[in-house]
């Protein structure tokens, strides 16, 4: 059998095509940035339809429904929904819910609360089989998800975007498109869209080319200099290329204020929920900043615990293959009930 | 005599054309983002110098060699020096500097350090002709200029964005433009572009819509209800028209808060180079914020010494009205040397 895992953001799809038989997993990333435009998102999944093949079935989750030219979640989620089971087909569709694990189009269309922005609920789902108790951190492009899971439950507070906020289950900020202001938020800097976070990485080394995919915010080049062009800006400073090392000193001070803000967050959650050490599971292209933080033999990648896929490809498309694993799981049990 | 002065920034072009001998000024503003692409300053100025008819001379200050589009400022200096001298006559121009107060083209070539982002410079330059000793507060669409005058001379410690920022004379936030996170750090909102402090105050019914130029985050209308609903995004939360008066509160603790912002920044400025109490002159389109801080004795408006021009007019127009006045005393006093 032969699933798609779909995972439908604002401004990127990651996809996964797994066969299970051959035990052979396909990622893919593309930027789409929905917020521009709704049309980007048609053209993006049949061009994404066409380079992986057919398919038996295919597990969706999403959060575009957020980008704001949706008038609110629910009115993106139905849209959303209705584009792709035309593209894919309604009979082959399935969308992650936090309730029922699986919704077809139409009971999907009237539980749209429990299906919009669920895609770090379909991740921290997969991971329980391997992690009973756990806490995972997935830190994306502009997003870090903390998810307490514990007897194979995930225990997180927050059920929508503005409860995860403040349950600190969710901090809005990834190593990517986030603004540095984020972070460094103390000082006095320049609040415009000169610079972001994936500048600070890149200056720092720290971002595989694969998965940095959306534009710079000058749409100049990801140059080691542009970038630490872009941070000076953010200062008020004119760049100069003799100035690299002290503008890497200011990308390293960022980093470890990043990493302090994350460790204080999982630790408040760790420390509310558990009584025993547990395992930290890192997830998403930011992992290396978790990784950084807590010893070897306390930590895990989500990685560790794919076969038949590096690394490398399964970065960033965490939700869209935890998505495609709990379909084939889901179906398999529906059968195995007749 | 006739002068016409602007003040070139990054997003929006303010003009002024003063009739001397007349005591009669029109001022116009044009939303010109420049960082979108270089052309639109070509254009724009084409665009107002038709509207605007001859003029005898030309006085030029700028900050939009800031914008991204150049590789710093320097260049962006240059670049915006040669294309106002080749649009208005390089005879005519006159670049405003903080040095001497104004340079013709050459050399302002030279001393693009002594002309860019001096705009704020201008305005106190004007002002400290009627308070000789007063702190000049200046709140445009995203930018604060906190500026001491002492003696008829502007005692700023900064003389560069980046010194200006560091001694809290500039603050990177303004009334329209500047993101909701500027001013709310401690709470965990979403650091998306989905709404910014001209939403706050459109709620808030503070914003002439006469000054409120540029587009919404969104694209979509600046009504009260679009305003809230870019708000409530911020937040993580789904907008209902049953909630506006929800997200007014919100928006009157913003205003709060960024009011306590400015009045601290003030009171440190106003400790550290004054003994006794001195005017506070309010400027720009935030200008009632600070306006509601102080008592009426002490606090009087930019647009009070203007004869001539009713205040909405003179609204954001203070740089390219006190340029155009500047250089009319300037040529007067070069003239009467002779």
Redesign the interface.
């Known amino acids: 059998m032969e699933i798609i895992g779909w995972d439908i953001g604002g401004a990127h799809i990651k996809v996964s095509k797994i066969n299970f038989s051959k035990e052979k997993t396909i990622t893919k990333q593309l930027y789409c940035p929905v917020w521009m435009n709704i049309n980007n998102l048609n053209k993006s999944i049949l061009k994404i339809k066409k380079q992986l093949g057919r398919s038996d079935y295919h597990a969706i989750t999403m959060t575009a429904e ?1 980008s ?2 949706f ?4 009115k993106g989620t139905k849209k959303i929904i209705n584009i792709l089971c035309e593209i894919l087909s309604e009979k082959k569709t399935f969308f992650y819910s936090n309730a029922k694990p699986f919704l077809k189009k139409k009971e999907a269309l009237k539980k749209t609360n429990n299906i919009n922005s669920m895609n770090w609920h379909a991740t921290a789902n997969f991971i329980s089989d391997f992690y009973p108790n756990c806490i995972l951190v997935d830190i994306g492009s ?1 997003t870090t998800d903390i998810i307490p899971i514990k007897k194979k439950r995930v225990i997180a507070k927050g059920t ?3 409860k ?3 349950f ?1 289950e ?4 990834g190593v990517i498109r ?2 540095i ?2 972070i460094e ?1 103390k000082k ?7 610079a972001n976070l994936g500048d600070i990485y890149r200056v720092l080394n720290k971002l595989p080319k694969k998965i940095d995919l959306g534009p710079s ?2 749409n ?1 080049s990801k140059s080691k200099n542009d970038s630490a ?2 941070i000076a ?1 953010i ?5 100069k290329k003799n100035d690299f090392n002290k503008w890497k000193k200011v990308a390293l001070q960022i980093e470890k204020k990043q990493k302090k803000i994350l460790k204080d967050n999982i630790n408040k959650i760790k420390k509310k929920n558990f009584s025993s050490s547990i395992p930290i599971i890192g997830a998403g292209v930011g992992e290396f900043l978790i990784r950084n933080i807590y010893s070897k033999n306390n930590y895990f990648t989500f990685y560790s615990k794919l076969k038949s896929i590096k690394k490398i490809n399964a970065i960033n498309c965490e939700a869209a293959i935890s998505v495609a694993k709990l379909l084939n799981s889901f179906l398999k049990n529906k059968r195995s009930k007749f």
Do not use: H, V, W
């Open positions: 957020l704001d030219i008038k609110n979640r629910n502009s929508n975007d503005y995860r906020l403040l600190n969710l901090i809005y900020f986030t603004p202001t984020a938020k006095n800097l320049i609040y415009e869209n000169f915010q000058d100049k062009r872009r800006r200062f008020g400073k004119d760049y």
